[in-house]
Antibody, heavy 116, light 102 residues
Framework: QLVESGGGLVQPGGSLRLSCATS????????MSWVRQAPGKGLEWVGQISRDGGEQYFGGSVRGRFTFSRDNTKNSLYLQMNSLRAEDTAVYYC???????????WGQGTLVTVSS | DIQMTQSPSSLSASVGDRVTISCRAR??????LNWYQQKPGKAPELLIYATSTLQSGVPSRFSGSTSGTDFTLTISGLQPEDSATYYC?????FGPGTRLEI
């Protein structure tokens, strides 16, 4: 199970930190990803973090503004979003990865709205 | 990033029909082409991974195949609960989605 939290309304230029609490699988054995979906739009990969957190890769639209972290002792994943823009408004999902960047299990999502 | 296209963008079918959804990559990709189903207001769910392997718990009426750079999701014997949007995905790229209405 994956449960995201931390979404809400934030002003342009602001920051927000999302959390993803996991259970039911060996969290430290999995790469983890964030995927987002703007209202009425398709899915967009935000980025991923390696099992030990030592590697991170980002989608082009968030590179330099978003960072990932994880706490394997708490089975939790985090997404730090800075310099937020209106176009970052979306439901943000966390997902664990299988081989070949397959998103195996997803959380229910948390809505981030960037607006003044 | 590799660009993915899907066709059709939407379709309507009836219970019991067989439908196919296509996903095309702009260049040759490995077999890690995955399919997801998303119902309104819900998170996506993995249907098929590595082109043709059914995720655990997914009904056998779903199947996946490939012919070069073209990948196909087939649903045989449509059920009302199959109404959803279907996305293909390879690595960091998702297709734009196909909305299926039953």
């Amino acid at each position: 199970q994956l449960v995201e939290s931390g979404g809400g309304l934030v002003q342009p230029g602001g920051s927000l930190r999302l959390s993803c609490a996991t259970s039911g699988f060996n969290f430290s054995n999995f790469w983890m990803s964030w995927v987002r979906q703007a209202p009425g739009k398709g899915l967009e990969w935000v980025g991923q973090i390696s099992r030990d957190g030592g590697e991170q890769y980002f989608g082009g639209s968030v590179r330099g503004r978003f960072t990932f972290s994880r706490d394997n002792t708490k089975n939790s994943l985090y997404l730090q979003m800075n310099s937020l823009r209106a176009e970052d408004t979306a439901v943000y999902y966390c997902a664990n990865e299988g081989s070949g960047t397959t998103f195996v299990s997803w959380g229910q999502g948390t809505l981030v709205t960037v607006s003044s | 990033d590799i660009q993915m296209t899907q066709s059709p963008s939407s379709l309507s079918a009836s219970v019991g029909d067989r439908v196919t959804i296509s996903c095309r990559a702009r260049q040759t990709i490995t077999s890690y082409l995955n399919w997801y189903q998303q119902k309104p207001g819900k998170a996506p769910e993995l249907l098929i991974y590595a082109t043709s392997t059914l995720q655990s718990g997914v009904p056998s009426r779903f199947s996946g195949s490939t012919s070069g750079t073209d990948f196909t999701l087939t649903i045989s014997g449509l059920q009302p609960e199959d109404s959803a949007t279907y996305y293909c995905q390879h690595r960091a790229t998702f297709g734009p989605g196909t909305r299926l209405e039953i």
